[in-house]
T-cell receptor
Framework: DTGVSQDPRHKITKRGQNVTFRCDPI?????LYWYRQTLGQGPEFLTY????????KSRLLSDRFSAERPKGSFSTLEIQRTEQGDSAMYLC???????????????FGEGSWLTVV | EDKVVQSPLSLVVHEGDTVTLNCSYE??????LLWYKQEKKAPTFLFML????IEKKSGRLSSILDKKELFSILNITATQTGDSAVYLC????????FGKGTRLHILP
């Protein structure tokens, strides 16, 4: 399968615990995005990478959230000291393109569902 | 602040009807506009629009972009129950910003 893959697909955790999600983008894609989606809302931008560089981080993202893409391939999103409000689907997407290139679609993974109890 | 606004937020029609979904946007550095369909999983790609006035078509779905007025529409003709989904509009500058979606429900 050459699509975007995410792991785990589902995670239930107790409030206060840390969780980490992994995303493996399409292999030749240099851009990787993280989004969060709650019921009834569109995907909310969290952060994105071009290769290993984190280019932008949403101001809505608290300090408990951190993302890395150490070798410019897979990425991890860690949430520390989870809260019930963190319950959502965390979507990863990837694309090929940089700078002024506009002609590249982004492809989504299946998402990682987080439930904080 | 960059934003994407979709309307209506929800729509219920009967099978066979034609629907038009709207998307307006304000972004600093527009590169393209994207439409996605989302059922109970990740969004699936429908169209990417970069130029004004050029209609993109795929079966019963079509979409067009107006870069002067900063909006796009997605049309679905002869709707079927399988078209029931959330339709997401997104605009790409350096990142990709989504609207809240239009929840479309087709009654048999």
């Amino acid at each position: 399968d050459t699509g975007v893959s995410q792991d785990p697909r589902h995670k239930i955790t107790k409030r206060g615990q840390n969780v980490t999600f992994r995303c493996d983008p399409i292999s030749e894609h240099n851009r990787l995005y993280w989004y969060r989606q709650t019921l009834g809302q569109g995907p909310e931008f969290l952060t994105y990478f071009q290769n290993e560089a984190q280019l932008e981080k949403s101001r809505l993202l608290s300090d408990r959230f951190s993302a890395e893409r150490p070798k410019g391939s897979f990425s991890t999103l860690e949430i520390q000291r989870t809260e019930q409000g963190d319950s959502a689907m965390y979507l990863c997407a990837s694309s090929l393109g940089q700078g002024a290139q506009s002609g590249n679609t982004i492809y989504f993974g299946e998402g990682s569902w987080l439930t904080v109890v | 602040e960059d934003k994407v606004v979709q309307s209506p937020l929800s729509l219920v029609v009967h099978e066979g009807d034609t629907v038009t979904l709207n998307c307006s946007y304000e972004v600093t550095n527009f590169r393209s506009l994207l439409w996605y369909k989302q059922e109970k999983k990740a969004p699936t790609f429908l169209f990417m629009l970069t130029s004004s006035g050029i209609e993109k078509k795929s079966g019963r779905l079509s979409s067009i972009l107006d870069k002067k007025e900063l909006f796009s529409i997605l049309n679905i003709t002869a709707t079927q129950t399988g078209d029931s989904a959330v339709y997401l509009c997104a605009v790409r500058d350096d990142k990709i910003i989504f609207g809240k979606g239009t929840r479309l429900h087709i009654l048999p």
